[in-house]
């Protein structure tokens, strides 16, 4: 139906016009009769009031802005994903206590162990080395929104092979035990870890920030290598009878294993990068630590680059 102005307009638009009407009455009313302003002010305030109710808030269109706004989206990160990695690894072995049951095995049941224990001397040192390394992972997330947890299993090549420096100790000369005999002892050992490889299976807590997900992890992780440990302890021990008597002792051990199976625990952190909706770069930093034999502690960190596929 035609409006005032001779329009035509829909039933929605018709549900404005009864109060647009009664505005316009009160402004001629207000010009055209001397002191009706005064009268007019206190109405047109009270109809304004009610029409701020939620009963004649539909009379009037929603204001520029005041719609909704859609839930925020974030880059897709869910389900199971795979990938290969390229990397340097550094690994570092303290060797300085692994010789000590073996010694302690070779010297069982002497007076030279039992007043002295040269079990406990030191005689290796810290083995150090470098080496490229590649492996891949596989692994699955579930994310809120935002936050991304999943679990990943990574597994490494790395042939790393660590070599203890040897600090031979003797001769020793000044040792007498209680019967008054005197030791002369010479001490030297070698050890190694080689042919290191090695896995984690981690816990993965990320973070979503645009294509760009940066994440921390913690497990556990497992290696395999040979490890090797030997010694010698040789022992010039003489009397203080008249005439003296001095015996030459010579002992000899080793331990260890091929293809041990190491374990140990693994953290880190490293970030990953949405290329597309279904392929990610990374980069992250892994740090590892093993306890071979006893008495060796093995730490090892890797610094790696990798692209995965998510699906």
């Not at 947890?149 to 092979?161: D, P």
């Not at 001095?246 to 260890?256: E, K, T, V, Y």
């Amino acid at each position: 139906m035609p409006d005032d102005d001779g329009r035509y307009v829909g039933a929605n638009a018709m549900k404005g016009r009864p109060m647009r009407r009664v505005f316009r009455a009160l402004l001629i009313f207000g010009t055209r009769v001397p002191g009706a302003l005064v009268l007019a002010a206190p109405i047109s305030g009270a109809l304004i009031l009610g029409l701020l109710s939620p009963a004649c808030a539909q009379d009037f269109p929603a204001l520029r802005g005041s719609e909704t706004v859609g839930p925020a989206t974030f880059t897709r990160w869910s389900g199971f994903y795979f990938g290969g990695q390229l990397g340097l690894t550094n690994g570092n072995a303290n060797f300085s206590t692994s010789t000590s049951g073996t010694v302690s095995y070779v010297l069982r049941e002497t007076a030279l162990e039992d007043e002295f224990t040269p079990s406990q001397w030191p005689i290796l040192g810290t083995a150090n080395n470098t080496g490229p390394s590649y492996g891949g992972f596989f692994g699955y997330n579930t994310q809120w929104q935002d936050v991304v947890l999943g679990v990943e299993a990574n597994l490494n090549y790395a042939n790393l092979s660590l070599n203890a420096p040897s600090t031979p100790i003797g001769p020793l000369k000044t040792a007498t035990d209680s019967l008054g005999d005197t030791h002369t002892v010479t001490m030297s050992a070698t050890g190694s870890l080689a042919n290191f490889n090695f896995a984690t299976l981690r816990a993965r807590g990320g973070y979503v920030i645009g294509n760009f997900m940066p994440y921390g992890f913690a497990g556990i992780a497992f290696g395999l290598g040979s490890t090797r440990i030997t010694a010698n302890v040789s022992d010039d021990q003489c009397s203080t009878a008249t005439p003296q008597v001095c015996n030459l002792f010579n002992f000899a051990g080793s331990s260890g294993m091929n293809n041990e199976v190491l374990y140990g625990l693994t953290a880190g952190g490293g970030v990953d990068v949405a290329l597309t909706a279904n392929f990610f770069l990374r980069a992250e930093v892994e740090w590892d630590e093993f306890n071979p034999p006893p008495g060796v502690l093995t730490s090892i960190v890797t610094g790696r680059l990798g692209a995965g596929f998510k699906f």
